[in-house]
Each structure stands twice: as C-alpha cells, then as structure tokens.
C-alpha cells in the first residue's frame, strides 16, 4: 500500500538546523511532484515548498526562502527538506504530501514534529 | 502573493444541516483550487480538486463549486462524522497558499 513516512525531527535551537526526509513506497514516486506543508501548534495549514518530479522545478513560500532546500532522490524514493537558521516561528509538525493539488489520489506522510526553542 | 480568505472560521451546525463554506481569493485563480478536511490529531484528507471535483472515496453529500475568486464547498446534509476543520488550498500561483480553515463543530 502507498506510504510516505516522514523523519528527522525533534528538538533544535534557534539558529540551529534540520534535516527531515520523507520515504516514498506503493506509488511510482518519479511519477509526483512534491509538496511539504506544515502546522504550527493550534494552527491551520502552511504550504512550504514543491519540488517537480524530476526535481527541476522548486518553490518556496516567502517566509523561508534562503533557509530551507527542497531536494529528492528518485531513485530512493526519497524527499529531503533541509532546514537552516531556524526560528521560533518554525516549529511546527511538517507534512510531506504528494500530488496535493490533483487531480489522481494525494498522498500524506504521518507528519513530523518540529520544535525550535532555546 | 494570493490570499486566501475562508468564512466563516467556525460554525456551529446540527446533524442533517446543510453547511456551505465560502473561500475567496484576492485575485482570479480559475478553477484551480482544492478543499482538505482536517480532524483533530489526523492528516488532512482531500475532499474536492479543480473546485467541482469530488475525490475517489469521499461521499457524494460534499460538493465544490466556483471559479475566479468565489468558491464553495458545500455538505448537503451534516453527518456525525463531518464535524472537523475546513481548508482551502489554491494552486493557481506559487507560493500555494491555505485559507485559515472553517472549524464546523457539533450544534
């Protein structure tokens, strides 16, 4: 069955950086772009980033363009989102989801817990 | 960017109600919007994409319209299971961006 089992959170201090991933299985991954989204504690849902299937195409909402990276591997099914200079404003359980916009199924991970605080 | 603008942001409704939630955006994105449905603890589910197009699985009770700046998603009689958080997600322009979501909670 299709699965996208996000990792790599936890606790980091502000300026600090993550790395989360997110591994694909049950679908054909190079077929999807990607999405990442995330939602800050008791709040609604931030698109952060899309990457194109093939990984050419990538984009990032305002608020962390120069501190985070996109990036996938195809060929191991995987999707990466590198997080630096990170603040308090990031903390947040990150989604990855696959095909968000439609149309065909879309795909979330279980989502990850991101807590940044000194 | 686009901003997108839900309402109402909570409501409170009765099982066999009919519930229409309204999305606006701040400038024309066609019909390239989607509705998420969100319960507590839980990954949000995608219920409608292109504004009209109700997922695979999801009951035949919500439905989606709308184009431009208006859209609608609308459940035609509440059950039991619908009381959650709303969201609308247009994906017309980069960044995408989320309503703020309509919380429908148990009259």
């Known amino acids: 069955q299709v699965q996208l089992v996000d990792s790599g959170g936890g606790l980091v201090r502000p300026g600090g950086s993550l790395r989360l991933s997110c591994a694909a299985s049950?679908?054909?991954?190079?077929?999807?772009?990607m999405s990442w989204i995330r939602q800050a504690p008791g709040k609604g849902l931030e698109w952060v980033s899309y990457?194109?299937?093939?990984?050419?195409?990538?984009y990032y909402t305002d608020s962390v363009k120069g501190r985070f990276t996109i990036s996938r591997d195809n060929a191991n099914n995987s999707l990466y989102l590198q997080m630096n200079s990170l603040r308090a404003e990031d903390t947040a359980v990150y989604y990855c989801a696959s095909a968000v916009a439609g149309p065909g199924n879309d795909y979330w991970g279980q989502g990850i817990l991101v807590t940044v605080s000194s | 960017d686009i901003q997108m603008t839900q309402s109402p942001s909570a409501m409170s409704a009765s099982v066999g109600d009919r519930v229409t939630i309204t999305c606006r955006a701040s400038q024309g994105i066609s019909i390239y919007l989607a509705w998420f449905q969100q319960k507590p603890g839980k990954v949000p589910k995608r219920l409608i994409y292109a504004s009209s197009n109700v997922q695979s699985g999801v009951p035949s009770r919500f439905s989606g319209s709308g184009s431009g700046t208006e859209f609608t998603l609308t459940i035609s009689s509440l059950q039991p299971e619908d009381f959650a958080t709303y969201y609308c997600?247009?994906?017309?322009?980069?960044?995408?961006?989320f309503g703020q979501g309509t919380k429908v909670e148990i009259k």
């Open positions: 997600l247009q994906h017309d322009t980069f960044p995408w961006t």
């Open positions: 049950g679908f054909t991954f190079t077929d999807y772009y």
């Open positions: 990457i194109g299937s093939s990984g050419d195409v990538i």
